[in-house]
């Protein structure tokens, strides 16, 4: 029985991850360099801040340092985010759903505190989480398990009785290597046959999260 919901945050409740890309973006057009939005999801998506910065610096030979990448990263996302970032489609439906059926609801991310909470609060949106983990608290970010299983250490709850929300393949492959059963709504791309295989359910949005887990529930209780 399912008794914990965790959720991922950029490109599955908020529509950042094209903002991400964006800013990426601009710093490798400012040395004379460009990546595709393919080479994005496959590579950066759903991973952490300082990793992406330290791997387009190494790829590319970008004459910054660390310090230098993330303050421009910071400031060009503060710039995109100013003009507004959505929520994905039935993100605040879903989640009053859960609350409504007394889920713990854990937000599991690569992202900072500040950043996430800032959020969250620009959409009101805080109080559903009974938990939350930030890819400042693991030593390995995703496809690494480590944030999932923190995830399921702050719910009290073992694997089995989690559900992980991602929209990546590097997620997909956390949560699958946490052993949790993991649905994947796809953002940028969808995940190649073997993510696929990973995941308990891949649906085109939240808005179909609902009907899964009722059909779930009638199957459990017969």
Not at 42 to 51: A, E, F, I, Q
């Amino acid at each position: 029985m399912k008794t914990t919901v965790i959720f991922d945050l950029d490109g599955l409740l908020i529509d950042s991850e094209i903002i991400s890309y964006r800013l990426y973006q601009d710093l490798l057009n400012e040395h004379g360099h460009s990546f595709t939005v393919e080479e994005y999801a496959r590579n950066y998506s759903g991973k952490t801040g300082v990793g992406n910065m330290e791997n387009l610096i190494r790829i590319y030979n970008l004459p910054v340092t660390m310090e230098e990448g993330l303050d421009f990263a910071e400031k060009r996302e503060k710039m995109y985010f100013e003009k507004g970032v959505d929520l994905k489609p039935g993100a605040v439906k879903l989640l009053q759903y859960l609350k409504d059926r007394s889920y713990k609801i854990i937000l599991a991310t690569s992202s900072t505190r500040d950043r996430a909470l800032g959020v969250l609060d620009q959409h009101g949106i805080r109080s559903y989480f009974d938990e939350m983990v930030f890819g400042t608290e693991v030593k390995r970010g995703k496809p690494n398990p480590d944030i999932f299983l923190k995830a399921c250490e702050k719910a009290g709850e073992i694997p089995e009785h989690c559900l992980v929300l991602e929209d990546s393949e590097a997620g997909v492959q956390a949560g699958h290597a946490a052993g949790i059963d993991v649905i994947c709504v796809p953002d940028m791309k969808m995940p190649g046959e073997e993510f696929r295989k990973m995941a308990a359910y891949i649906p085109d949005s939240l808005e179909q999260v609902i009907p899964w887990l009722e059909n779930r529930t009638i199957t459990e209780d017969r």
